[in-house]
């Protein structure tokens, strides 16, 4: 049935010189006169690219979605946006986050389309088209690429990213081979798909299912595995469905999501990235959603046995049952919620059943009992900084020491491997100049390598802080998100060796211990360092890029605009 009220038909409807430049440049392609009869118009918003390993196999998933849609009346159209390749991009995918949530909103505000698939996975692909998305507010639905197979190497499992910086550092340790260290770079990646641990590709993913935007099972079936297919099929179908209830994004997005989004990362283990993506969404949406809120997933039980936090793979997560078995597990704790499938987010626990309760521990027996993120505050971090206790070393989460201090990435490098470099097992290594404005873009360097000198005694953790992120893959004491930034003046700036830093996870804190009459005479001196950038997005984003407590998102893109397009192009 058609609906000549739909937002396509200001494109498609109109028996006039616009209605005829409108469709017949899109019947070149082959499309009939009947497609253009008032159904549902759905977009494919896709971030395939071979420059993105992680959403190689968004191609075929986007052949599967148009399949439902036209299956349910709909008529499908694909559409191409930034592609974030978090392992290929410099300096850092994150710098253009923002940027892809101004390609895919404008994309979908511009062009005659009732409603909108999001076809994303790698880390920042599924954030930013939802900021974008949300900021339109058209009924939406996300399909992830899903994560790759296992890695293999020497008959045992190895997982994407946790892996490489162990074998880094035993390399370093004399411990590993170089020869041995190449060989596992073959076995690590074996398939299409995002990270196989619990990364920020498969965090968000596993996010968004528990915040009902997604069809149940999407975070983790295999990228190559046919029932994603079978997913991506059902989706397009139900996206149509959606626009014939109109029912939108912020209909289906509430503060209750959002907390839900809280305790199903506590319960995964998930990604310290999901903090500033998930505040970037909420200001899109509208929805009040501060640091402060994820301590509501503090003493959540770690559930899910999966890497970085715990032994397995996402693979082995999917076939113990998945995030409809999470789900089951939170049960009470769970807000009530609505989905894309109308319903209340339960209705993704009904008649869930875990295959493998060492994958999926059930809450009588966790694999720790408190593994959400950490919000610490202190004179050292005015505005927070966060912590992630559960991939922690747990005697290093009480620390005072003094702090070995690198003021930029580039110094960092050039003297890590010192042998002749000040440190003990007990200094707090401290890097500065890796927030938003200036990296820019808050690159994922958090987790410092350990000195070299140390790595050979056998140290594997120090306390680590910094304004920057971290993988998602990776593991260790690191403090990040420290905010206000170096850059933008923040007490981390102020920050010398031999200064007395205090860490307590468990009181929130985090203390920079030096008396605040010296610290007012190190802030009249200090200054920024130039802008790396001084023209293009690079520098509207170091221009207008709010700090990592905000979500990182740019000043003039918070909110939302919905109204619709009046003016023609001819």
């Not at 009939?32 to 009869?37: K, L, Y």
């Not at 998933?61 to 991009?89: C, D, N």
């Not at 850092?92 to 404008?106: G, I, K, P, Q, Y």
């Not at 003493?299 to 995030?323: I, R, T």
């Amino acid at each position: 049935m058609t609906d000549n009220k739909r937002r396509n038909r200001a494109w498609y409807g109109k028996a006039d010189r616009d209605g005829f430049i409108h469709r017949s440049w899109m019947k070149n392609q082959g499309f009939p006169d009947h497609v253009f009869d008032g159904r549902p118009v759905i977009g494919i918003c896709n971030t395939w690219s071979e420059l993105t390993p992680c959403n190689s196999g968004l191609r075929d998933l986007a052949e599967g979605v148009k399949r439902g849609v036209w299956e349910a009346g709909g008529f499908p159209v694909e559409f191409p946006v930034m592609s974030l390749g978090e392992t290929q991009m410099k300096p850092t995918a994150m710098l253009f986050r923002n940027l892809l949530a101004m390609d895919v909103e404008e994309s979908i505000r511009a062009y005659g389309i009732d409603g909108v698939v999001l076809l994303g996975g790698c880390d920042k692909t599924t954030p930013g088209q939802l900021m974008g998305a949300a900021s339109v507010d058209l009924p939406t639905i996300v399909v992830s690429s899903g994560p790759m197979l296992n890695g293999k190497w020497q008959g045992k499992d190895i997982g994407s990213g946790t892996d490489v910086w162990k074998f880094s550092e035993a390399v370093r340790a004399g411990e590993m081979t170089l020869q041995d260290f190449m060989a596992a770079e073959s076995g690590m990646s074996r398939s299409k798909g995002v990270c196989m641990t619990m990364g920020t590709a498969s965090t968000m993913a596993s996010v968004v299912e528990a915040m009902g935007l997604s069809l149940p099972t999407n975070a983790a079936l295999p990228a190559v595995d046919s029932r994603r297919m079978a997913l991506a099929h059902m989706t397009g179908k139900r996206i149509v469905e959606m626009v014939e209830e109109e029912l939108k994004l912020s209909d289906v997005v509430s503060r209750e999501s959002f907390e839900n989004a809280i305790l199903a990362n506590a319960a995964v283990g998930g990604s310290t990235n999901a903090v500033v993506h998930l505040l970037a969404i909420a200001g899109r949406v509208g929805i009040d959603l501060s640091l402060n809120d994820f301590e509501l997933g503090s003493d959540v039980p770690l559930l899910v046995n999966c890497m970085p936090s715990g032994q397995y793979l996402m693979e082995d997560f999917c076939y113990a049952g998945g995030m409809p078995v999470v789900l089951k597990e939170l049960g009470e704790m769970l807000r009530p919620a609505r989905t894309v499938l109308g319903g209340d987010i339960g209705v993704y626990a009904d008649g869930a059943e875990c295959w493998n309760e060492d994958v999926i521990r059930p809450m009588s027996n966790p694999l720790k009992p408190a593994a959400g993120l950490r919000v610490l505050r202190g004179n050292l971090a005015p505005q927070g900084a966060i912590i992630k206790p559960s991939a922690a070393t747990e005697s290093l989460l009480e620390h005072e020491a003094e702090a070995y201090v690198f003021e930029s990435i580039e110094d960092f490098k050039a003297n890590i491997d010192r042998e002749d470099l000040p440190v003990t097992k007990d200094t707090i290594l401290v890097l500065k100049g890796c927030g938003p404005k200036g990296y820019p873009g808050m690159p994922e360097v958090g987790n410092m390598p350990i000195p070299a000198r140390l790595v050979k005694e056998g140290v594997r953790d120090m306390v680590r802080l910094s304004d920057a992120r971290m993988s998602g893959t990776a593991y260790g004491t690191v403090v990040l998100h420290i905010s206000p930034e170096a850059q933008a003046g923040g007490t981390l700036a102020l920050v010398k060796t031999g200064d007395r830093i205090r860490l307590s996870a468990s009181e929130g804190s985090l203390e920079l211990l030096v008396d605040e009459t010296e610290l007012e005479t190190r802030r009249a001196a200090w200054a920024p360092d130039p802008a790396h950038y001084t023209r293009g997005y690079a520098k509207m984003y170091v221009d207008h890029v709010l700090q990592a407590d905000q979500g990182a998102d740019l000043d003039f893109l918070v909110g939302k605009d919905t109204r619709p397009v009046t003016r023609e192009s001819h």
